[in-house]
């Protein structure tokens, strides 16, 4: 989220203007995304067999497994952001598109935000009193989304933004 070349608050006649003015950075997005589709499950899988089986594990996969199979949805917005750039259409058009998108969409969105935000802080928790990797990562885990959604959802920092993803990055590496 560090290279996306717009803010999640803006309107998405913004957020169109902003897509069509850094086209090549909305296109590493979407390489990055498709990335983080393909590893973000895998990751998360390959923790499971750290931790022993508690009502906490069992919160924390129940909602982050959903929520990074719900991943697809926003990298599909980010999709049609550059393809209206590529078609040449106009500002309007591509925040129509937006505006139109099934309601899906939006449930989407609230279960990957619900589901890798309070997931990941479950997550941390959990691998923290497992006490089978240090403690500074699982704490690293646990922070790493909170600092992702106040950086990314309320002050548009991307350098913040960079900070939660990499402490989420290292906490499970």
Not at 17 to 24: G, L, T
Not at 82 to 92: F, I, R, Y
Not at 106 to 125: C, P, R, S
Not at 126 to 131: D, I, K, Q
Request: proline residues 6%.
């Amino acid at each position: 989220r560090f290279v996306l070349p717009y803010y999640t608050a803006d309107n998405n006649d913004a957020t169109a203007r902003a897509v069509i003015a850094h086209p090549d950075r909305q296109g590493l997005v979407l390489w990055l995304g498709l990335i983080a589709i393909v590893t973000l499950l895998p990751g998360l899988l390959a923790l499971a067999d750290l931790l022993p089986s508690s009502r906490l594990k069992s919160w924390a996969f129940g909602l982050l497994v959903p929520g990074y199979l719900c991943l697809g949805i926003l990298l599909a917005e980010d999709y049609v952001l550059w393809s209206g750039v590529k078609a040449h259409e106009s500002p309007a058009q591509i925040a129509a598109l937006l505006h139109a998108a099934h309601p899906s969409a939006n449930v989407a969105v609230a279960v990957f935000v619900a589901g890798h935000v309070v997931g990941t802080v479950l997550l941390g928790i959990a691998l923290v009193r497992s006490g089978r990797i240090p403690a500074w990562a699982g704490v690293a885990v646990a922070v790493s989304q909170p600092i992702h959604f106040v950086a990314f959802v309320i002050v548009g920092s991307p350098a913040l933004d960079l900070a939660g993803w990499s402490l989420l990055a290292i906490g499970m590496a």
